[in-house]
């Protein structure tokens, strides 16, 4: 599924300026991790990091 997302945003010509992220969230209560996944542009990626 991944591959027909990034292939979609690059025939729309502005797919360059998208990436893929991960980011690991520790539950509190359990301790287990957690994963979050976005497709955001390039500029936005700090600012996806900084959110918790």
């Known amino acids: 599924m991944a ?3 990034v292939a979609t945003l690059k025939k ?3 797919g360059n300026d998208y990436v ?3 980011k690991a969230i520790k539950s509190a209560k359990s301790g287990h991790y957690t994963f979050r996944e976005e497709i955001v542009q390039q500029e936005a990626v700090k600012d ?3 959110k918790s």
């Open 3 to 5: 591959k027909k997302v």
């Open 12 to 14: 729309e010509g502005a």
């Open 20 to 22: 893929k992220v991960v």
């Open 48 to 50: 996806f990091f900084s």
